[in-house]
C-alpha cells in the first residue's frame, strides 16, 4: 500500500506542475463564479417607458412571488390568476411608486398562469381547479401514448401518479430551475476541462517514451491504478469544488424557498412524488457520477489512441455534437442511448424523462438507470485500458 501511494504521490506532482492544467482551472473558476452570479440576475424591463432595472426587477418579481408561497393552488387561487391576466395595458400605472406595487402584485400571478399554459395550452376563462387536474391527466395519458410507452410502462407511471399529493401548493421554483442551469453548465464545461487535461496522464509516457520502462520497473503494473485513481479524483474533485463556486453565490442571490414545493411545478407532467429539493439533489448526483464516467473516458481513450491531442479531440467533439445534434425522439432506441451519455442526461429533460429502462421485471427511470449504465461502462473502460496499456507496454514498438 506503501509503494502504491509513493505512485500515487508522483502521479499528482506530474499532473499539476502541468501549467496547462493551472490554466483551465483557473478559467474553469472564472466561469464558475460568473456563471453562478449570472444565473439568478434578471434583466432589466420597461412599462410604460419606465426603466425597472435587474436587481430591482428580480427583488420585485421574488416578493410577489412570496406572497402566494404556500397557497394551495385550488379554485380559488385560479380564480385569482384569471382575474389578475384580464388586466389590459391601459390599467397599468405611468409612475415609478405605483408601478412597482402593480407588478409586486400581478407578477406571481403572472407566472402561476404561465405554468398552467404549459398544461392546458389555452386557460379558459371559467377554469376550475377539477378541470385544470382532470385536463393535466390526460395531458399525461397523451404524452404516453405518443412517446411510445408500453402498456407496462402506462401502468408503473398511473402507480406513480397516484402518490403524488394533489392538488398541488405553489411554492417559488427560480432557485431550484437556476441550480439546474448551473449543474448543466459545469457539467458541460467539466467535460471540456477533463478531455484538455487528463489524456496526458497517459499519453505523456508515449511522447517521452518512458512507457516500456515504467512497465519493466519492479512497481510498473501498479503504475495503471495509481494513474486511473489520480484522475478519477482529480474529476471528482474539480467538479465538487467548482458546483460549489457556481451555486453558492446562486442561493446567495436567489434564496432557497421553495425546497419543499414539488417537482411538478417545474415538470407539470411528471408522476413522481419528488419535491424540488429532491430533484437538485438527483442532479447534483449525476454530476458527480458523470465526472467519474468522464475521467475515466478521458484517460483510457488518450490510451487506445496513443495521443493525448486525439483524445482531446474526440471527447470535445462528443460534447459539441451532444449539443448540435438531435435524434429524431421516434427513433427510440437511438435516442435513447443517446441520452444516456453523460453531458445528455444531466438535464431535467433528460434524467425526468418518462421513457423507462426495463430491470429484472421492473422499471428503472432515466436518472435511476443512468449510473447504473455508467459504473457498467466504467468496469469495461478499466479491463479495456488495462489490456491496451500492457500490450502496448510490451509489444507497441
Not at 10 to 23: D, G, I, N, S, T
Not at 33 to 45: D, E, F, I, K, V
Not at 103 to 122: H, M, P, Q, V
Not at 161 to 175: K, L, S, W
Request: aromatic share 12%; net charge neutral; hydrophobic share 45%.
Amino acid at each position: 500500500m506503501k509503494t502504491f501511494g509513493t505512485l500515487f504521490h508522483y502521479e499528482c506532482r506530474k499532473l499539476f506542475r502541468r501549467k496547462l492544467v493551472w490554466a483551465c482551472l483557473g478559467v474553469m473558476l472564472a466561469m464558475s463564479l460568473l456563471t453562478g452570479y449570472m444565473a439568478g440576475r434578471a434583466s432589466s424591463y420597461y412599462y410604460n417607458g419606465i426603466e425597472i432595472k435587474g436587481p430591482q426587477m428580480q427583488a420585485i418579481t421574488k416578493r410577489s412571488k412570496q406572497a402566494l408561497a404556500g397557497r394551495t393552488i385550488d379554485d380559488a387561487l385560479l380564480r385569482e390568476v384569471l382575474e389578475s391576466t384580464a388586466i389590459t395595458a391601459d390599467t397599468i400605472p405611468d409612475n415609478r411608486a405605483d408601478l412597482e406595487l402593480f407588478l409586486e402584485e400581478n407578477l406571481g400571478y403572472s407566472a402561476l398562469y404561465t405554468w398552467a399554459e404549459r398544461i392546458l395550452g389555452e386557460v379558459p376563462e371559467n377554469l376550475t381547479a377539477d378541470q385544470f387536474y382532470e385536463v393535466r391527466r390526460a395531458y399525461q395519458e397523451d404524452d404516453w401514448e405518443k412517446s411510445g410507452l408500453s402498456e407496462g410502462e402506462k401502468a408503473w407511471w398511473r402507480q406513480q401518479e397516484a402518490r403524488v399529493t394533489q392538488p398541488f401548493v405553489y411554492e417559488c421554483t427560480n432557485p431550484w430551475s437556476n441550480l439546474c442551469n448551473i449543474i448543466y453548465s459545469i457539467n458541460i464545461m467539466g467535460m471540456l476541462l477533463l478531455a484538455v487535461c487528463l489524456p496526458g496522464v497517459f499519453s505523456e509516457e508515449h511522447t517521452r517514451r518512458t512507457d516500456q520502462l515504467n512497465l519493466a520497473a519492479p512497481l510498473g503494473r501498479k503504475l495503471y491504478g495509481a494513474k486511473l485513481l489520480l484522475g478519477t479524483l482529480f474529476g471528482f474533485g474539480t467538479f465538487v469544488w467548482f458546483l460549489l463556486c457556481a451555486a453558492v453565490p446562486a442561493i446567495m442571490i436567489t434564496g432557497t424557498e421553495g425546497v419543499h414545493g414539488a417537482i411538478q411545478l417545474l415538470i407539470p407532467k411528471y408522476a413522481m412524488d419528488l419535491t424540488l429539493g429532491e430533484m437538485v439533489w438527483i442532479m447534483s448526483g449525476l454530476l458527480l457520477a458523470s465526472s467519474l464516467v468522464n475521467s475515466l473516458f478521458a484517460m483510457v481513450m488518450a490510451e487506445v489512441l496513443h495521443s493525448g491531442m486525439a483524445a482531446t479531440a474526440l471527447l470535445t467533439a462528443i460534447v459539441l455534437l451532444g449539443d448540435l445534434v438531435r435524434v429524431p425522439y421516434s427513433v427510440r432506441w437511438l435516442e435513447e442511448l443517446v441520452s444516456y451519455l453523460p453531458g445528455q442526461l444531466v438535464t431535467p429533460a433528460e434524467a425526468f424523462d418518462i421513457r423507462l429502462f426495463p430491470w429484472f421485471g421492473g422499471y428503472l427511470t432515466p436518472w435511476q438507470a443512468g449510473p447504473l449504465l455508467w459504473l457498467l461502462a466504467m468496469v469495461l473502460l478499466t479491463f479495456l485500458g488495462r489490456r491496451v496499456y500492457v500490450r502496448w507496454q510490451i509489444g507497441g514498438r
